[in-house]
């Protein structure tokens, strides 16, 4: 049974830069969601999405959007970078009918300078 | 919106002692609750998770953790610490926001060190 997995590992950007990010679901998995962790704080929700749609949203502004493609892959993109965007970002991936049940990738660090 | 809180954001024990960290949460429904472990640059790691079917729940490398619904409480424990225990602990529950979609809300965390 392959993991979640997440990549770049790492990343560096610019204040006022775009980025994205990038999750693998866990085989068999087809809901996805993102988490923010800054450091020395507990994950924040982003969003959630299932079926390709976001079903789901914590409270984060607009710039920071997402999607999942039909093989259940995700992707995270964040717009007009801001120092304070600087996180782990964590993806985590469960079953539609146990959502509440989520299993999470390595993170992808991100510094915004 | 539920809530998560943990006592301690430092835990320190021996090896071979009790470990115990706390978490204590708000919800106004039956809530579904989870203990995660972190590990310095990694994701987390799921240790144990209650649904509402028994409330001692065993979960992986020996912890286990009871559900007390009059005290609104979720303490992890295990009998014997191990160095390989040492790590970021996170208490979290899940909150339903619609439509089959959850999201888990977690606690500040608390980081275990076990001492030779």
């Known amino acids: 049974e392959t993991g979640v997995t997440q990549s770049p590992t790492h990343l560096i950007k610019t204040r006022g830069q775009q980025v994205t990010l990038r999750c693998s679901s866990q085989?068999?998995?087809?809901?996805v969601s993102w988490y923010q962790q800054a450091l020395g704080q507990g994950p924040q929700f982003i969003f959630q999405?299932?079926?390709?749609?976001?079903?789901g949203r914590g409270n984060f502004p607009p710039r920071f959007s997402g999607l999942q493609f039909p093989n259940y892959s995700s992707e995270l993109n964040v717009n007009a970078l801001e120092l304070d965007d600087s996180a782990l970002y964590l993806c985590?991936?469960?079953?539609?009918?146990?959502?509440?049940?989520?299993?999470f990738g390595p993170g992808t660090r991100l510094t915004v300078t | 919106a539920q809530s998560v809180t943990q006592l301690g954001s430092h835990v320190s024990v021996s090896e071979g002692a009790l470990v115990l960290l706390r978490c204590n949460y708000s919800s106004s429904v039956p809530p579904y609750l989870f203990w995660y472990v972190q590990y310095p640059n990694q994701g987390l790691q799921l240790l144990l998770k209650y649904t509402s079917a028994a409330t001692l729940v065993k979960g992986i490398n020996g912890f286990e953790a009871e559900f007390k619904k009059s005290e609104t409480s979720f303490h992890l424990t295990k009998p014997s610490a191990h160095m390989s225990d040492a790590a970021e602990y996170f208490c979290?529950?899940?909150?339903?926001?619609?439509?089959?979609?959850?999201?888990?809300?977690f606690g500040k965390g608390t980081k275990l060190s076990v001492i030779p």
């Open positions: 985590a991936s469960s079953f539609v009918g146990r959502a509440y049940e989520q299993y």
């Open positions: 979290a529950v899940s909150d339903s926001t619609g439509a089959g979609s959850y999201q888990l809300t």
């Open positions: 999405y299932y079926r390709e749609e976001e079903n």
């Open positions: 085989s068999g998995h087809n809901t």
